[in-house]
């Protein structure tokens, strides 16, 4: 199974200002994803992200305020930008490796914003 | 992606077979179910999938109905560590452009000692 390396793992910010989490993978994959889960919530989908195309946003989510970079098959970066105290939640990276019909996750960002 | 309906918490005694049921009456011929669960402060940890069979592996049994339009987790000896949150979903297939996980609500499972 993949081993999925999210930084930071939490992170503190202030409001108006920008962080971008890194996802590493220890082996190449076709299909990233992130999600963001806000306290107490399930999991909700931001954005999947292929390497070499535009990641494709959910209804919600738009690029201007959620950039995606996808450089290989390795990694991926989602930043949040402009943040606001409504962006404090955890955001996890997860991958789905050819053939193996499911999802590993990494250990998620904890980020709260003040 | 087809809707799934779960209770939204249970409880089970330790040792016991701990039976999760799922809703997904609108699934579509080519959606897979998918079970997921996600214990506190970790990411959600894949536990197994089927398609119309049932489906059993280290972890758990899924029992998926004839119609299609419900399932059943099983996880057969519960112990504490078993204490999580389940989320049921469907899904087409993983190499399908158009596949991705979208969770629902899920059920937040309490192993009682």
């Known amino acids: 199974s993949a081993v999925i390396s999210q930084k930071p793992s939490r992170d503190i910010c202030q409001r108006g200002t920008s962080l971008t989490i890194q996802c590493q993978v220890d082996?190449?994959?076709?299909?990233m994803f992130w999600y963001r889960q806000q306290p107490g919530q399930s999991l909700t989908l931001i954005a999947t992200?292929?390497?070499?195309?535009?990641?494709?946003?959910e209804s919600g989510f738009v690029i201007d305020k959620f950039p995606i970079s996808r450089p290989n098959l390795t990694f991926s970066t989602l930043t949040v930008s402009n943040m606001s105290p409504e962006d404090s939640s955890i955001y996890l990276c997860?991958?789905?490796?050819?053939?193996?019909?499911?999802?590993?996750f990494g250990s998620g960002t904890q980020l709260s914003v003040l | 992606d087809a809707k799934t309906t779960q209770p939204p918490s249970m409880d089970c005694a330790e040792g016991r077979a701990a039976n999760l049921p799922c809703n997904h009456s609108?699934?579509?011929?080519?959606?897979?179910v998918y079970w997921y669960r996600q214990i506190h402060s970790q990411g959600p940890q894949y536990i197994i999938h089927?398609?119309?069979n049932n489906e059993t592996n280290e972890m758990a049994s899924l029992i998926i109905t004839e119609d299609r339009k419900s399932s059943t987790l099983i996880l057969p000896h519960a112990t504490l560590r078993d204490t999580a949150v389940y989320y049921c979903?469907?899904?087409?297939?993983?190499?399908?452009?158009?596949?991705?996980?979208?969770f629902g609500s899920g059920t937040r499972l309490s192993i009682r000692p």
């Open positions: 997860s991958v789905e490796e050819s053939g193996e019909e499911k999802l590993f």
């Open positions: 082996s190449q994959v076709t299909m």
């Open positions: 992200a292929n390497q070499g195309s535009e990641a494709t946003y």
């Open positions: 609108t699934i579509s011929g080519n959606e897979y």
């Open positions: 089927g398609l119309k």
């Open positions: 979903i469907v899904r087409v297939a993983w190499y399908s452009s158009a596949s991705k996980i979208i």
